[in-house]
Each structure stands twice: as C-alpha cells, then as structure tokens.
C-alpha cells in the first residue's frame, strides 16, 4: 500500500520564483497536515485540513504561502515569492481523521531557495 | 508552544533497554501523549500513544505516572537502527480540532 506520496523531492530555485509543493495522502485518510522543518525552528505545523477544508492555518508563516486540497486526494503548498528563508524540508503527512494523531509522513521535499 | 519536555541527547548500549523520559506536567486531562521517532532524514514516524494507561506495542512501551505529568518511552531492546530523534508530544485540542506540535526531542544514540 503506497504511503504519502510528496513531489518534487529536491528542488532548488531562485529567489522570487513560485514554489509548487504537491502531496498525495493516503487512499481513505481525510485529515492532511502541512509541516516544515529546519534545523533552527525544528518541525512546525503550517497548516491541517479536514474533509478537504482548512481547520488551521495560524503556523502559515506570511501571505506569501498558501495551500489548497481541492480533493480528498491532492494538496499543494505553494510559495510565491519564494525568499532564501524559505529553505527547509516540507513533510506531508495524513490521518485516518483529525481526530487521531496517529499520522503518516512523505518523505519530505527539500527545498533550496538561493 | 510545546508542552513537554525532553533532554536533548541520551546514549544507550545495543541490546540493552532504551529509556526515554518526558516531563507534561501541563497536560489536560483529555489530552494525550504521542510519541513519534524521525530516523534522519526521513519523516516522522508513529510510535505509540496514550491517555492513563500503560500501553505496549511491537515497537514499544509507554508508562505514564499515575498523575500522567510524565511519561517514559521504552524500546526494549534498542538497535542501532534506532538511532533517531525521538519526540515527546501532547495533542493540543480534541476531537478534530486536535494537533500535534513538535518540540525539540530527544537524540537517542544506540551504540554497539
């Protein structure tokens, strides 16, 4: 059975251009959670939604991120502009429901910002 | 925002008993403890969780005080693949409102 799904693995780009973060969570799970770690702030929770809808963006860092899930299969993190701030590994992670914290991460996207 | 707290760093000897202390001198009394482990580089992974009682699984054994302010994880017999950071969590909020809010963790270093 195939665990969350996160692409691109690696990406690096410049400051300024839009970062496109894109996860598949896993099949039956309805609860999808957005988190980001560096080695200065360690895991943060940006972002979780339930049944496709957003329940909590406070850890969303500025304007400048956004998320979407338009279906119970797909989500996307997006940066725009992207800053040299904004390096970190992303991680996707799903749930049976947001009522149990028993959740399954991605492998994570490393993203460089130069 | 992290309501637990761990030391940083702990060494065990391979095959010997891995435990791992964690202070929630906070917690609610409807909230519960997580415990997940993150091998580098790869994502988190569940470990095990609990309420008031003692729970035990294939991986591992969580013993939570009876006034439930702190907990101790325990790897049995500890390999070097468990070489990781291993986090303490107590899910803030309930229901489907709950998150998990990762702190620092602890870096259990298993040696031969």
């Known amino acids: 059975d195939a665990g969350v799904i996160q692409s691109p693995r690696h990406e690096v780009t410049e400051m300024g251009q839009e970062v496109t973060l894109r996860c598949k969570p896993i099949?039956?799970?309805?609860?999808l959670f957005w988190y980001r770690q560096t080695m200065m702030r360690g895991l943060e929770l940006l972002i979780y939604f339930n049944n496709n809808v957003p329940i909590d963006d406070s850890g969303m860092p500025e304007d400048r991120f956004s998320a979407k899930m338009p279906n119970a299969s797909f989500s996307t993190l997006k940066i725009q502009p992207s800053e040299p701030r904004d390096s970190a590994v992303y991680f996707c992670?799903?749930?049976?429901?947001?009522?149990?914290?028993?959740?399954?991460f991605g492998e994570g996207s490393r993203l460089t910002v130069l | 925002d992290a309501k637990t707290t761990q030391p940083p760093s702990m060494d065990c000897a391979e095959g010997r008993a891995a435990n791992l202390p964690c202070n929630h001198s906070?917690?609610?009394?409807?909230?519960?403890v997580y415990w997940y482990r993150q091998i580098h580089s790869q994502g988190p992974q569940y470990i095990i969780h609990g309420l008031k009682n003692n729970e035990t699984n294939e991986m591992a054994s969580l013993i939570i005080t009876e006034d439930r302010k702190s907990s101790t994880l325990i790897l049995p017999h500890a390999t070097l693949r468990d070489t990781a950071v291993y986090y303490c969590?107590?899910?803030?909020?309930?229901?489907?409102?709950?998150?998990?809010?990762f702190g620092q963790g602890t870096t259990l270093q298993v040696k031969p």
């Open positions: 969590i107590v899910r803030v909020g309930s229901g489907n409102t709950g998150k998990l809010i």
């Open positions: 992670a799903s749930s049976l429901g947001a009522g149990t914290g028993e959740l399954f």
């Open positions: 099949s039956g799970h309805n609860s």
């Open positions: 906070t917690i609610s009394g409807n909230e519960y």
